[in-house]
T-cell receptor, first 112, second 114 residues
Framework: GQQLNQSPQSMFIQEGEDVSMNCTSS?????WLWYKQDPGEGPVLLIA?????ELTSNGRLTAQFGITRKDSFLNISASIPSDVGIYFC????????????FGAGTRLFVKA | DAGVIQSPRHEVTEMGQEVTLRCKPI?????LFWYRQTMMRGLELLIY????????DSGMPEDRFSAKMPNASFSTLKIQPSEPRDSAVYFC????????????FGQGTRLTVV
C-alpha cells in the first residue's frame, strides 16, 4: 500500500536553530497534513496543504506541498524548547476512501 | 467542546483478559478512527467509521480485535483475549465529513498486557 517516508528519524538541535524535515511517497498524495505529538498526548494538526506547490505558514512553521505531489517539507524557524515532540506527515491515499495514513515521524529534541 | 474523550487513560491487564477501550467523538463529526501507536510500527489505522458504520477494518490485526459504534457519540474497541504484543497506545480520532481535513485525537489509552 501507499507509505509515507519521513526523514530524519530524529534531530537534536540547539534552541534558536532552524529545523527542516521532509516526507516522501512513492505515489501521489492530494493532501499533505503535518501533525505534532507532544509527550503523553494525541497528535494535533499544525498545517494542511491541498495544492501542489502550496506554501503555508503557521507562526514559526512553514510547510510546502511538493510540485510532484510526492513530497512535502516542514520547516521550523528559531526553535524553542516547547517544539520538542514528534512531527508526523499524513494524508489520505489517493486510492479513495477517507482514511489518513501517517509517516513514522521525526522526533525533535531541543536543547536550551 | 471537550474534544475527543477516551477512557481509560491507562489500562494494565493480564494476558488472556478482555479489554475494552472507549471513545466519545466530537459532537457533529461524521468520521471516527481508531489508531494504534507503537515504537516499532508507528501510528497504524485499525478501523474507521462513517455515520456509525464501519467502512474499512483492514487494519484490524486479527479476530481478537473488534470495534463497534452503537451511536454517534460512542465507540468501543475490544480485545479478547489480550496478549502482551497488544501493548500500545490506542488513539481515537474524529473528523468532519471530508477525510482530508483535520482529525482531532483523544489523549489515548496506554494499554499494558502482562
Amino acid at each position: 500500500g501507499q507509505q509515507l517516508n519521513q526523514s530524519p528519524q530524529s534531530m537534536f538541535i540547539q534552541e534558536g536553530e532552524d529545523v527542516s524535515m521532509n516526507c516522501t511517497s512513492s505515489s501521489i498524495f492530494n493532501t499533505w497534513l503535518w501533525y505534532k505529538q507532544d509527550p503523553g498526548e494525541g497528535p494535533v494538526l499544525l498545517i494542511a496543504l491541498y495544492k501542489a506547490g502550496e506554501l503555508t505558514s503557521n507562526g514559526r512553521l512553514t510547510a510546502q506541498f511538493g510540485i510532484t505531489r510526492k513530497d512535502s517539507f516542514l520547516n521550523i524557524s528559531a526553535s524553542i524548547p516547547s517544539d520538542v515532540g514528534i512531527y508526523f506527515c499524513a494524508g489520505p491515499p489517493n486510492t479513495g476512501g477517507f482514511k489518513t495514513i501517517f509517516g513514522a515521524g521525526t522526533r525533535l529534541f531541543v536543547k536550551a | 467542546d471537550a474534544g475527543v474523550i477516551q477512557s481509560p487513560r491507562h489500562e494494565v491487564t493480564e494476558m488472556g483478559q478482555e479489554v475494552t477501550l472507549r471513545c466519545k467523538p466530537i459532537s457533529g463529526h461524521d468520521y471516527l478512527f481508531w489508531y494504534r501507536q507503537t515504537m516499532m510500527r508507528g501510528l497504524e489505522l485499525l478501523i474507521y467509521f462513517n455515520n456509525n458504520v464501519p467502512i474499512d477494518d483492514s487494519g484490524m490485526p486479527e479476530d481478537r480485535f473488534s470495534a463497534k459504534m452503537p451511536n454517534a457519540s460512542f465507540s468501543t474497541l475490544k480485545i479478547q483475549p489480550s496478549e502482551p504484543r497488544d501493548s500500545a497506545v490506542y488513539f481515537c480520532a474524529s473528523s468532519l465529513a471530508a477525510g482530508n481535513t483535520e482529525a482531532f485525537f483523544g489523549q489515548g489509552t496506554r494499554l499494558t498486557v502482562v
